[in-house]
């Protein structure tokens, strides 16, 4: 395969669905991957993938996953607490702590099981010559009405849960060369309705959006790496 017709086919391939996605543009998230070596090869709106010109996906019959993490969008908490009165309806940094950690697992399980379900990738914990290591981030993570723990007496009624983007750089383990950055954002549906938001809701809303990502991650990775190699 050449060059220009391995880029073509990497951006819906590899990298997810990001018609309707956005490099985040604020975050809390430290150390940006150095993409000067990439090649910027399609933009759509404010989508936007850097990919490593000539990589070969079919080398890699493995999958290195790494833990996500996750990042509020800048001034998340203040936005929050600004209209809400009493100190029982505040957000605190603990709860902003225990929604990362719950949306980090949640993203780990999702994704564990969907990549599990096909044979073509062995999930491994190790780095090697045949195994592409992949760094997800969930960053600009906008919860618009958290369930706040301890507050009994109020209740937030939206259209929608929130939104959220996420971020990929895929490496090769072995070597620890870039191969691609992306990022995809995406919003949960506007019922057209208020309703009731609760942490059950807010947690059923986000684990839709990343069973997406990882249903188009799985199918489009696979797709450009070809069949599994035979023993």
């Not at 723990?149 to 870039?178: A, C, H, I």
């Not at 947690?203 to 188009?216: P, T």
Request: proline letters at 4%.
């Amino acid at each position: 395969m050449n060059t220009r017709k391995a880029l073509r086919h990497l951006l819906p391939a590899a990298l997810l669905l990001l018609g309707s996605g956005a490099m985040a543009a604020e975050t809390d998230v430290a150390d940006e991957p150095d993409v000067s070596l990439l090649q910027r090869v399609e933009s759509s709106g404010q989508s936007v993938v850097f990919a490593q010109p000539g990589a070969d996906w079919s080398s890699y019959d493995a999958i290195l996953l790494e833990n996500a993490t996750v990042a509020f969008r800048k001034n998340w908490l203040r936005d929050q607490n600004r209209s809400r009165r009493s100190l029982s309806e505040r957000v605190s940094t603990a709860d902003m702590e225990r929604i990362k950690t719950e949306l980090a697992q949640m993203f780990d399980e999702v994704f564990v099981d969907e990549l599990g379900r096909n044979g073509r990738w062995a999930l491994v914990e190790a780095a090697g010559p045949s195994v592409l290591r992949i760094r997800p981030q969930i960053v600009d993570l906008d919860v618009y009405a958290p369930d706040v723990r301890g507050s009994t007496n109020s209740r937030t009624f939206t259209d929608s849960s929130g939104q959220m983007t996420l971020k990929l750089e895929l490496y090769d383990s072995e070597t620890g060369d870039l191969l691609a950055v992306a990022a995809d954002r995406r919003e949960s549906p506007h019922r057209g309705y208020m309703q009731w938001t609760t942490s059950a809701s807010n947690r059923g809303d986000a684990r839709h959006i990343l069973q997406q990502w990882a249903r188009a991650l799985n199918e489009r990775l696979t797709t450009i790496a070809g069949p599994a190699s035979s023993p």
